[in-house]
């Protein structure tokens, strides 16, 4: 059964920086496009990030050049390095899979439970 785990969100001060992981179960998620979306109380839910399973990224313009998505295929897990963090980044950060039968994703197929990620001012 495929199943989606985030861990490593939590508080940290602005300009800070944390690493999300997300850990995949399956081989057949090696290759999906794997995402990082957030969304914040009263929000929308944003995609913030995705990689294929060949390494393209996309990012939304408010992270460019502060947060990283990366991937082990070997270890099946997806990571969202994030730097120089804002208050504005607090959100629930999900992981998501989308089978690569299109490029970018319709949608997304397979979702993580989130993690919190809170930043302080």
């Known amino acids: 059964q495929v199943q989606l785990v985030e861990s490593g969100g939590g508080l940290v001060q602005a300009g800070g920086s944390l690493r999300l992981s997300c850990a995949a179960s399956?081989?057949?998620?090696?290759?999906?496009?794997m995402a990082w979306y957030r969304q914040a109380p009263g929000k929308q839910r944003e995609l913030v990030a995705s990689?294929?399973?060949?390494?393209?990224?996309d990012y939304v313009d408010s992270v460019k050049g502060r947060f990283t998505i990366s991937r082990d295929n070997a270890k099946n897990t997806l990571y969202l390095q994030m730097n120089s963090l804002k208050p504005e980044d607090t959100s629930v950060y999900y992981c998501?899979?989308?089978?690569?039968?299109?490029?970018?994703?319709?949608?997304?197929?397979?979702w993580g439970q989130g993690t919190q990620v809170t930043v302080s001012s």
């Open positions: 998501a899979a989308a089978p690569p039968i299109r490029y970018p994703p319709h949608s997304y197929d397979y």
């Open positions: 399956g081989r057949i998620l090696s290759i999906y496009t």
């Open positions: 990689v294929t399973r060949g390494g393209n990224t």
